[in-house]
């Protein structure tokens, strides 16, 4: 059964958002209707600012509130290391490790040759005109581990290395803390094939 | 899968080839363990491999039913990643003769020594898709274009021999790109959609 108006019309937005199904929804919005009306409004207020401020950054396509990212305006920043990332979200988790100071480029998402993604759609064209104009030496490729992130890894590390970079791609292996025993052959493969000297 | 607290970790990964044992649930059935048998890892770090791979997994999945037990068409997308990780010099002709042979087994055999409609003893010039193959003069539409004897020569060696010998294959460009035109139309036309992942099958 249905509910009626507003609150179904809410259990139906909410049910739209990644992640979230019909009883997520339904509990979210019902957690709507106990909160003050001051806390919803202000919920509202930040999804339509995030909708009307935030756009991507001119020269990285990083999320942005001006013309050009925060850390592209970053006079600090090493202009000559770029490091390319499938999404945002991934620049601000490499942020949080402070082990990279030089600058992104945001492609958009990865190659998937089954899902009928390839190079076109995404923000590769771009990202060769970057290298091209700006003083670039080196390219640090940080997709995803996975078959896409590997495909467009491979595919840029092919089209740049001609271009004169140093092309690198970030390490894979076992994650802190872990456990020998526990990890996949694949995993651990990587561990030892990218293994350093102590 | 792929959340980094996931105990399978990089096991359940497109072109894995793994041994699972598998709870029975209500629509899906449920992980509960993983063993990887060969994770074909040349396939994945190179792009032009990975794009062949790709397309020939789409196509399996296409053309395998559920909960029906198929071991030809597994064991022939077995052969065709083990091809491909063997990392050939013209991947895409290991994959022409891959999607060629998937649909002999899928029950689209294409006829290429005897006529499709009539059966009448080839060797025949005109090949039409629709009618799954050669056809004899008697049968053939009045305004097929006849099949270049080199392309149909391919066509032959790309069904009949093993995905091994299409690693190095010394065609003439023009002959392989005819003969990759025709059997992605063939495959197209039986699976009733094109395969995503050709587009980006580097030629």
Redesign the interface.
Known sequence: MAFEGPVQDLIEEFGRLPGIGPKSAQRLAFHMLTIDTEDARRLANAIVQVKERVRFCVRCFNVAEQQECRICRDPRRDPTVLCVVEEPRDVMAIEKTAEFRGRYHVLGGA??????V?PDQLRIKELVARVGAEDVAELVLATN???EG??TA??LA?LLKSMGLRVSRIASGL?VGGDLE??????L?RAFAGRRDL | M?R?GS?????L????HVDLQLYAGRSLDIVTQAE?VT?F?PV????AL??CG??M??AADHLAQEDERSNRLFLLLLEGLRTLALSPATPSAVLDGYLFRLASVAGYHPHLDACAACGAPGPHDVFTIAAGGALCPDDAPFDAHPLDPAVTGLLRRLLGGPLSDQRDAPEDPRVRRAAAALVASYLTYHLGRPL??L???ER
Not at chain 1, 111 to 116: K, L, R, V
Request: aromatic content about 10%; cysteine-free; overall charge negative.
């Open positions: 190659i998937s040759p089954i899902d009928g390839g581990p996975n078959i590997e495909a491979s595919y092919r994650p526990y990890a996949d052959e694949v995993t493969g | 792929r980094p105990r399978f970790g990089g096991r990964e497109p072109f894995s990887l994770s890892a994945r770090a190179d792009f990975s794009a790709s397309a997994v789409e995503r992942a587009e980006l099958v």
